[in-house]
């Protein structure tokens, strides 16, 4: 009986299910259809600590021993691609060799989760005073900024705001606010908040074991996410959405472990991460 692999060119890659043969050989011209190059395949054994390659004799691949599940995921073993890669890298670290000090300055400075922001506050009584907003604020935290503006309807008026603690912006956005009798609305600006795809990352990772609240409980120490989707079925990734652009730019092509499983953190840039989107949003 034939058996559906997941394989990927590279750790972190959406994979690709093949079929094997009846007898649950693998035949490497299968493999090479859609990843050209590979010479065999390789998994991560049980406690993720090594891994282990498959046996490839005349262009066949056995199970190992145990059978294909034995790993959830397999991965091309693409000798050519190494050697290529690695003569990139050498140029490259050639070419664009910097002095440590310098490449320092050179780097984006370290996002800071705990950083505050500029917030808006919409729905005011055109009369009320920056005063009148510390004070009702203040009585939560500290406030580090009022900047009252003009509105083009003369009925109502919008100031921004910045809070001295992130825990309280984050509290007070998700409160109600009643300003002078007036009902007002503390927003993320959309400045802030940028497009949904601009907010959205895509997590690779080999497990089905992570749960949803696993997922948001590790990237809400990030920032505020608005929504975390697993596939189903599942297919090694998932979707997270911040309320903030910021937090989700920050984030793109590091990795992070979670209960001893790695997250790789991508854009949604490659046509089947968009494929991903699309499903997501049906």
Wanted: net charge negative; aromatic share 8%.
């Amino acid at each position: 009986m034939s058996d559906w692999i997941a394989i990927c060119g590279e750790e972190g890659d959406a994979p690709i299910e093949i079929e094997t043969e009846d007898d649950g050989v693998l035949l490497l011209e299968s493999v090479t259809a859609h990843f050209p190059g590979t010479t065999t395949l390789k998994y991560r054994n049980k406690d993720k600590s090594a891994l282990r390659g498959v046996k490839c004799i005349e262009g066949k691949m056995a199970p190992p021993t145990g059978g294909w599940d034995q790993a959830s995921l397999y991965i091309c073993v693409n000798p050519n691609k190494v050697e290529q890669a690695g003569k990139r890298k050498a140029e490259s670290d050639e070419r664009d060799f910097v002095p440590v000090k310098t490449a320092r300055r050179q780097e984006d400075p370290e996002f800071d989760p705990q950083a505050t922001i500029d917030l808006i506050l919409l729905g005011l009584n055109p009369q009320t005073t920056e005063r009148a907003i510390r004070e009702y604020f203040e009585e939560s935290g500290e406030v580090t900024l009022v900047q009252m503006k003009k509105s083009k309807d003369a009925n109502v008026g919008y100031a921004f705001i910045r809070f001295g603690n992130k825990e309280v912006e984050r509290k007070l956005l998700k409160e109600k606010h009643s300003i002078e009798g007036k009902q007002a609305y503390l927003r993320i600006p959309n400045s802030q908040q940028g497009d949904r795809s601009e907010r959205k990352v895509y997590v690779s990772y080999h497990t089905q074991d992570l749960t949803v609240d696993d997922l948001r409980n590790h990237f809400e120490k990030f920032g505020d996410v608005e929504d975390v989707f697993i596939p189903t079925p599942w297919r090694h990734f998932c979707f997270v959405t911040f309320t903030e652009k910021r937090v989700a730019q920050s984030l793109l092509g590091k990795e992070h472990t979670l209960k001893g499983v790695s997250l790789l953190i991508k854009s949604l840039s490659s046509n089947k991460e968009k494929e991903g989107d699309k499903m997501e949003n049906m």
